[in-house]
Structure formats: structure tokens, C-alpha cells
């Protein structure tokens, strides 16, 4: 079954503890991307990979680190994670010219 | 500014109804756009995708492109309470580096009453 998934799904820290959210789609797709999703302020992009070791930022990248070492993985690692970085986080992945984004099952987090 | 817009809603309409959503986006270089369903505590889905002006139609769903007036709907016939959710408008945008990226708006809310 094509998909992609994340680990945690529901993660509580304290602020300053470092943590990495896992991403692993089997589709052998290019492009993966992390989003967080906040009320009322939608899906925005933190970073992005066009493939390995091909990452750049997205719209909202402050605080967060990625990596792409595998095609299949993109973890999202939060080096010292502050209580405004708690969020609702999705991975996802598509081809480089596809119209379907497939979104993990998200992550979410509280931090304290 | 924010660059896709869409009113949070809640839109309420009975069963059997024809829900229209409606969204508007700032940037007249983005070429595609996408409708998502996100039910709550869930990852959005890719309902339809557009890039043409007009009406495009798949099932009970309808999506609309005026690129003139930089507008996007999304129709449902026959609303049945299963699509209550809330709908994702995305549009897609060149970034100054040359690679494309979603934008998408806050997602508006829709009830559908039995």
C-alpha cells in the first residue's frame, strides 16, 4: 500500500529537549515536504527536498532542521523545541511533475 | 495580504443540497490549483486538481477556475453528511529559485445537516 508515514503521532516535551519527528513514504517519490498547521493560519511549508541531500526552506523554517540522506526518509528534527512550535506536523511526498500530494498521518505536538 | 483566501465558514447545508465553496488567490502566476477534504484530526486528501479556466468535473464534484478574476470553486451536488469537513484550497507558485511550492488557504468549514 502506497503511503506515507510518521512517528511519532502524538509527542508531549519541554521546552529545550531535542526531538526528531520520522518521515518514510515507499513510493520512491523526489519531493517530500514538512508542513505545520496552526488554527487560522492554514498548512505552511517549513522545509522541503527535491531529492537526497537536495533541501532548502520553506516559508516558516525557523527553529526546525531536516535531512535527506535516503530517498525514502525526511526526518524533521527540533534542535530546541519552544512552546511555539507546538503544532500539528505533516510529511508528505509527491513526484516532481504530479498533481498528488500524499500527506502523512501527522504529528502531533505539545511543547511545554 | 494572504495569498489564498477562503472564509472559514461554518458553510451549513442540508442533505441533498449543492455546497459551494469559494476561493481567491493573490498570486497571478500560479498555474494549478487543488481542493483537499481534511477531516478533523485527520491529513488532508486531494479531492481535484485544475488549471485550465473553467468547469471541471469529477463524480459529485465540480471545480471551477476564473483566472481573470483569480477565483476557484469547488462544488459538491447532493451533499451528504460524510463531506463534512473542512476543504483546503491550494494553489501552486513559482518560487524565485525556479521550483514550485503550495500555498494553501485556512480551510473553510463545511456542515452538511441531515
Known amino acids: 500500500e502506497a503511503q506515507v508515514t510518521q512517528n511519532p503521532r502524538y509527542l508531549i516535551t519541554v521546552t529545550g529537549k531535542k526531538l526528531t519527528v520520522t518521515c518514510s513514504q515507499n513510493?520512491?517519490?523526489?519531493?517530500m515536504s514538512w508542513y505545520r498547521q496552526d488554527p487560522g493560519l492554514g498548512l505552511r511549508q517549513i522545509y522541503y527536498?527535491?531529492?537526497?541531500?537536495?533541501?532548502d526552506k520553506g516559508d516558516v523554517p525557523e527553529g526546525y532542521k531536516v535531512s535527506r540522506k535516503e530517498k525514502r526518509n525526511f526526518p524533521l528534527i527540533l534542535e530546541s523545541p519552544s512552546p511555539n512550535q507546538t503544532s500539528l506536523y505533516f510529511c508528505?511526498?509527491?513526484?516532481?511533475?504530479?498533481?498528488?500530494?500524499?500527506f502523512g498521518p501527522g504529528t502531533r505536538l505539545l511543547v511545554l | 495580504q494572504k495569498e489564498v483566501e477562503q472564509n472559514s465558514g461554518p458553510l451549513s447545508v442540508p442533505e441533498g443540497a449543492i455546497a459551494s465553496l469559494n476561493c481567491t488567490y493573490s498570486?497571478?502566476?500560479?498555474?494549478?490549483f487543488f481542493w483537499y477534504r481534511q477531516y478533523s484530526g485527520k491529513s488532508p486528501e486531494l479531492i481535484m486538481f485544475?488549471?485550465?479556466?473553467g468547469d471541471k468535473e469529477d463524480g459529485r464534484f465540480t471545480a471551477q477556475l476564473n483566472k481573470a478574476s483569480q477565483y476557484v470553486s469547488l462544488l459538491i451536488r447532493d451533499s451528504q453528511p460524510s463531506d463534512s469537513a473542512t476543504y483546503l484550497c491550494?494553489?501552486?507558485?513559482?518560487?524565485?529559485?525556479?521550483?514550485?511550492?503550495?500555498?494553501f488557504g485556512t480551510g473553510t468549514r463545511l456542515k452538511v445537516l441531515a
Open positions: 508528505a511526498s509527491r513526484i516532481p511533475t504530479g498533481n498528488t500530494q500524499y
Open positions: 513510493m520512491n517519490h523526489e519531493y
Open positions: 527536498s527535491m531529492n537526497v541531500e537536495v533541501t
Open positions: 498570486d497571478r502566476g500560479s498555474q494549478s
Open positions: 485544475i488549471y485550465s479556466n
Open positions: 491550494a494553489a501552486e507558485a513559482r518560487r524565485a529559485s525556479g521550483t514550485y511550492k503550495y500555498i
